[in-house]
């Protein structure tokens, strides 16, 4: 005898129904993975990566933190991590962490050496990228990609360069 076995998940964003087919003498397991697979699909439609609503405002010479987390708070230490910049043709790599390592080798050239994740502050869900001696061609939009095996989900951050001239004046001394 067949009999289908209908498991309902509520979460805070959604409801999920999963309908499965199962033999009456396998119940107990055809409940529990679906019971597994529901758990396992709900959690992983829970998170998102955050950027800033507002741009980020860098001053020509100084360093900025381009920020990007996921929430709830979850480590991406074994997720990969990709800054890029979509506005730029073919939207061109800025800095990646993949793999438990920063993986740069197809960076763009303005970046090298600029870029830097804190690897500390993955364990925490923090994938803010730290741009070090900001240029004026660093304006524009930035793409925070972050992938696990579940999931992946991306937030952007506008970054504004200001260039602050020093003038000096003569006292006639």
Known sequence: MISHIILFIHTP???????????????????????VSGAIDSRSEQYKAVGPADPV????????ILPCSVKPNTSVVDMRVEW?????KHSQLVHLYEDHKD?????????????????????????????????????????CFIKSK???????????????????TDTGQ
């Open 13 to 35: 964003e959604n409801s999920v129904e999963l309908k499965h087919r199962c033999p009456s003498e396998m119940k107990l397991i055809c409940l529990t993975l679906l019971i």
């Open 57 to 64: 405002f860098a001053v020509a010479g100084e360093d900025v």
């Open 84 to 88: 890029s910049r979509p506005d730029l």
């Open 103 to 143: 993986r740069n080798t197809n960076q763009i050239e303005s970046y090298r050496g600029r870029t830097k994740l804190n690897h500390q502050e993955l364990q925490t869900g923090n994938a803010s990228l730290k741009l070090s001696s900001v240029q004026v061609s660093d304006e524009g939009l930035y793409k």
């Open 150 to 168: 579940s999931w992946n989900d991306e937030a952007t951050v506008n970054v504004k360069v200001e260039v602050i001239t020093h003038l000096e």
